[in-house]
């Protein structure tokens, strides 16, 4: 089944680690994106991609960072620079972004929270 | 001001009633609108996909889009038990390349 893929679903991380959030989608779609979002606060955007190899700062990127090496692939790693890191985390895609026509679809989510 | 308003609820209806969830946005190049669900600790998926104004129809779920105020709405008939989660609605402006998303509602359907 197409789709969009995060890993894990939940994580623990201790104080002054960095974590990395796993997203791969097989929709064949050319951008990705992170969001954060807490409760009652809806989504922030963290990162997105419009291309391999290139990527752009969203607007809460600081104490985040991304790659993205593949098209399928769109790693997160979350720094210990990150100061309040507990929230869920969701992983997106869409066939190019501003395209006419052009919707977003979403991972599972990941629940991040610092112990 | 933000972009994209929507009340956060929560919305508590009996089942069978006909819902009504709305969002106004401020920026009149948004061209593309969505309705997302949400059901607790998921990701969104995609309701409801319409293109500047009017109506479009899935089932239970009516889509409208009113340019001229600057409004959205969603509508559910017969609203279910399964129904309840948390609908966001999202708008696409293809000259700024960026979705902006409301802040989403809490819908609770009573058996």
């Known amino acids: 089944d197409g789709g969009i893929t995060q890993s894990p679903k939940y994580l623990f991380r201790k104080e002054g680690q960095n974590v990395t959030l796993s997203c791969e989608q097989n929709l064949n779609h050319d951008a990705m994106y992170w969001y954060r979002q807490d409760p009652g606060q809806g989504l922030r955007l963290i990162y997105y991609?419009?291309?391999?190899?290139?990527?752009q700062k969203g607007d809460i990127a600081e104490g985040y960072s991304v790659s993205r090496e593949k098209k399928e692939s769109f790693p997160l790693t979350v720094t210990s620079a990150q100061k309040n890191p507990t929230a869920f985390y969701l992983c997106?895609?869409?066939?190019?972004?501003?395209?006419?026509?052009?919707?977003?679809?979403f991972g599972e989510g990941s629940w991040l929270t610092v112990v | 001001q933000k972009e994209v308003e929507q009340d956060p609820g929560p919305l508590s209806v009996p089942e069978g009633a006909i819902v009504s969830l709305n969002c106004t946005y401020s920026n009149s190049a948004f061209q593309y609108f969505m309705w997302y669900r949400q059901y607790s600790r998921k990701g969104p998926e995609l309701l409801m996909y319409?293109?500047?104004?009017g109506n479009k129809e899935d089932g239970r779920f009516t889509a409208q889009v009113d340019k001229s105020s600057k409004y959205i709405s969603l509508f559910i008939r017969d609203s279910q038990p399964s129904d309840s989660a948390t609908y966001l609605c999202a708008m696409l402006s293809y000259n700024f390349n960026k979705f902006y998303f409301g802040s989403g509602t809490k819908l609770n359907v009573k058996p």
């Open positions: 319409t293109y500047s104004s």
């Open positions: 997106a895609s869409s066939m190019t972004q501003g395209a006419a026509g052009n919707t977003i679809y």
């Open positions: 991609s419009q291309i391999v190899n290139d990527f």
